[in-house]
């Protein structure tokens, strides 16, 4: 599904530059939750924006269902972590949800009906004709969430999109994504710096050190549906933790 | 309480300018001035004069240069006000004869237009747009300038075409600032408007001011301050009234429109959202404190 092979990306000159991407391999399988856990700073974003297409590589191929990435692929989309950055404070939910499909080939009517899908699916089917200001930080974030899900992508890719709300809406915002997950069939690719986050979604969790090069790869083999109490009481969820903490810490 | 404090606003703010007009009024009524005529005699005059014989001789034209002046100069001011927030090299490239344009006050140019467009309506709607261009232009540079880049990214990976970005993302996203210099630039209009009539001119407000004032009729020249006056009172209150309608999500995301926005949004006007979602809000300020901050 998705392959990245010997990634690298250097800021300036290639020898004395400043290296965000090392040497950054692996591959995400169709429908697969990964999640990329590594500390602040260690070029997580900066591969992220490389695998949307957002920013060239210097060195190294993102393959996308068989084709290599060079712009942003029509098939991939991109959930920012500043919500009240990437949502445009002057249209409406509705609006902000339906600007893209516009330009991907969406009838009027197929926009409509995906708007309403999508914003159902994250539960603001009710607050379609809000603005983003009048919604709480998490709302937000599900409107951003509802964006990328009516834009009918392959691939999601998230980049701490939870880093900025409470704890409780946290946890129910990682709910919700595990129900679109399903419900929209979709491949995921999310990047946190919180290890009960990475454990708790994901099918297989990659530890990245800077500069951004896999140094441990974890199978979550934790049985779904997930729950927040249930699934991060088993001894299995307390063992990954603890070995992804010494990853990170190593 | 709410209501109550509204009435005394509006009380506080109505009783100042009737004392004024009372005061003036009491005072020339026995002065016996000749050049500040009693209030019952500039009112008498204003009536006859602007009441309406005098309004499609004079005050219309007057209008209709100062509305010319200003959409030209609204359409180039934010036309290449884009264009140069965009283009880096085209903004450096220019900057020493936009600064050098913009100190040159329109005035001093009135002599060159009549030479070149002669004594009709042209000179003067030149003029005009040359004096209110600048505020726009500066101000629209500086808000394509400030533009969040997320959201630009957030375009990209959505892979919205440049026309769509130009008319959804980056003019709205300017439109604070555009309004800005906007509002700068209609008092600067006004100005304008009114000298460029004193000059080589057969009518308008500010040809019969000084008319007036050459031919000793001051009641009928003071009627044409207030009335100039007046139409800048009306003009500015239509604009803010057109800004607030055109820029509300602005004040809403910045917080300042929580009364509103609970209604709105049907539900508790909880402030903490606003709080979260502009970390930069700063509710003590007055409601166009930011929007009124213009570069002029």
Avoid at chain 1, 127 to 132: E, G, I, L, S, V
Avoid at chain 2, 243 to 248: K, N
Wanted: overall charge neutral; glycine content about 8%.
């Amino acid at each position: 599904m998705l392959e990245v092979s010997h990634l690298r990306k250097v800021y300036g000159n290639q020898e004395t530059g400043n290296v965000a991407v090392g040497d950054l391999s692996f591959t995400v399988g169709e429908k697969e939750f990964v999640c990329i856990l590594g500390s602040s700073g260690c070029g997580k974003t900066t591969m992220l924006r490389c695998l949307s297409g957002l920013a060239p590589a210097t060195s190294g191929d993102v393959v996308l269902e068989g084709r290599k990435v060079s712009g942003p692929p029509k098939d991939l989309a991109y959930v920012f972590q500043d919500y009240s950055r990437s949502l445009l404070p002057w249209m409406t939910v509705e609006g902000n949800v339906s600007f893209p499909l516009r330009y991907k080939g969406m009838s009027k009517q197929e926009a409509r009906a995906a708007t309403a899908e999508a914003l159902d699916a994250v539960g603001l089917g009710n607050r379609h004709r809000a603005f983003p200001w009048q919604l709480s930080g998490g709302m937000q974030q599900r409107v951003a969430i509802a964006r990328a899900l009516a834009y009918r992508p392959r691939v999601l890719l998230m980049d701490e999109p939870f880093a900025s709300v409470d704890a409780q809406t946290r946890s129910d915002l990682e709910d919700l994504l595990l129900q679109v997950w399903e419900r929209y069939a979709v491949t995921i690719v999310f990047v946190t710096h919180d290890i009960d986050e990475a454990v708790y979604l994901a099918d297989r969790v990659l530890v990245l050190q800077a500069p951004a090069t896999v140094s441990v790869v974890a199978d979550v083999d934790l049985p779904r549906p997930r729950d927040q109490i249930t699934t991060k009481a088993l001894p299995e969820f307390a063992r990954l933790r603890s070995e992804l903490l010494s990853a990170l810490r190593h | 309480m709410n209501a109550a404090s509204r009435a005394g606003t509006f009380l506080a703010q109505f009783l100042l300018p009737v004392a004024v007009v009372v005061g003036y009024g009491l005072w020339s009524s026995q002065a016996d001035s000749f050049y500040f005529p009693p209030l019952q005699e500039i009112g008498e005059t204003f009536a006859d004069t602007w009441l309406f014989e005098r309004v499609p001789v004079d005050l219309l034209p007057s209008l209709g240069r100062l509305a010319a002046g200003y959409v030209l100069a609204v359409v180039v001011g934010v036309g290449v006000g884009l264009a140069l927030g965009l283009w880096r090299i085209a903004r450096l490239a220019s900057e020493p004869v936009v600064e050098f344009l913009r100190a040159l006050p329109a005035p001093a140019l009135i002599p060159f237009a009549l030479l070149l467009f002669g004594t009709g309506n042209n000179s003067k709607v030149f003029i005009i747009a040359l004096g209110t261009v600048w505020p726009i232009l500066l101000n629209t540079i500086d808000g394509v300038r400030g533009l969040e880049s997320q959201q630009l990214d957030m375009a990209r990976s959505y892979r919205i075409p440049p026309r769509s970005v130009l008319l959804h993302i980056i003019l709205p996203a300017a439109s604070p600032r555009i309004f800005a210099g906007m509002r700068t630039s209609l008092s600067i209009g006004i100005i304008l408007m009114v000298i460029s009539e004193m000059v080589a001119s057969d009518n308008g407000v500010g040809y019969f001011i000084l008319q007036s004032q050459r031919s000793f009729r001051i009641p009928e020249m003071w009627t044409g301050i207030v009335l100039i006056g007046l139409v800048g009172f009306v003009l500015n209150w239509l604009f803010l009234r057109v800004e607030a309608r055109v820029l509300f999500w602005h004040r809403g995301a910045r917080g300042l429109l929580r009364e509103d926005a609970g209604g709105r949004a049907g539900d508790a006007p909880a402030p903490a959202p606003a709080d979260e979602a502009a970390p930069d809000a700063t509710p003590a300020i007055p409601p166009t404190a930011r929007s009124s901050r213009p570069v002029s």
